[in-house]
């Protein structure tokens, strides 16, 4: 038994040893104690392998692979390669992705992020997208200031209800407003100032007040 697991043992040895990576394209070509010769990369390792890397290769009746980076001289630098689509779970906890510079997360085609309570935090933000659409139940903001560039924006509302301090509108052309009821109940002073006016109903006109100076 114990020669066997001897004999077992040599033959692993025969069959890994260390590589240097000499090139990277399509495949890796490796020089070791065979020479230069032509590597895969085992299914296992995810860590790109670079030009210069040591590496641990076995060599099989299949051919040869590298079975991981032991070594590399410069930066250290990685790049994790999966062959065909990959997932990260977290079973049973938490799953947390620190980073102490930037993050960057690209997709060629689709992102997706489902979530029971999505929290977002940052000094400055950006979006941007050609269209959007955002949909919820309820959207509550809170901002000290904000501004609005558009070139039209149209709504289809039910109800507004605004509460203002001050409220200071500026429209360059026309300002049109069109309803059933329009009611203005102001405090203190009202005030309407223009070039031309003209007020006409088709049945009543009610001014009402303790003096009317008119002209």
Not at 102 to 131: F, M, P, Q, Y
Not at 143 to 158: K, T
Not at 172 to 192: I, K, P, Y
Request: proline fraction near 2%; charged fraction near 20%.
């Amino acid at each position: 038994m114990q020669t066997n697991s001897v004999a077992h043992l040599n033959r692993w040895r025969d069959s890994v040893g260390t590589a240097a990576v000499r090139a990277v394209g399509d495949g890796f070509l490796i020089d070791g104690e065979r020479g230069l010769e032509p590597a895969g990369l085992a299914f296992s390792c995810l860590v790109q392998p670079r030009v210069g890397d040591t590496v641990l290769a076995a060599w099989t009746p299949e051919g040869t692979y590298i079975l991981s980076i032991l070594q590399r001289p410069d930066r250290q630098d990685m790049t994790l390669a999966f062959p065909g689509n990959a997932q990260i779970e977290a079973a049973h906890g938490e799953l947390g992705i620190a980073t102490s510079e930037g993050l960057d997360l690209a997709s060629a085609k689709a992102a997706r992020l489902t979530a029971a309570t999505l929290a977002v935090t940052a000094l400055r933000g950006n979006i941007h997208a050609d269209e959007a659409t955002v949909s919820g139940k309820l959207w509550t903001g809170h901002f000290e200031g904000l501004s609005v560039f558009a070139g039209r924006i149209a709504s289809v509302v039910d109800s507004v209800f605004q509460r203002l301090k001050d409220c200071v509108r500026v429209v360059e052309g026309v300002d049109q407003q069109s309803a059933g009821d329009l009611l203005h109940t102001v405090r203190n002073t009202f005030s309407v100032r223009s070039r031309y006016a003209g007020v006409s109903a088709r049945e009543d006109v009610r001014i009402d007040g303790e003096r009317i100076h008119m002209g």
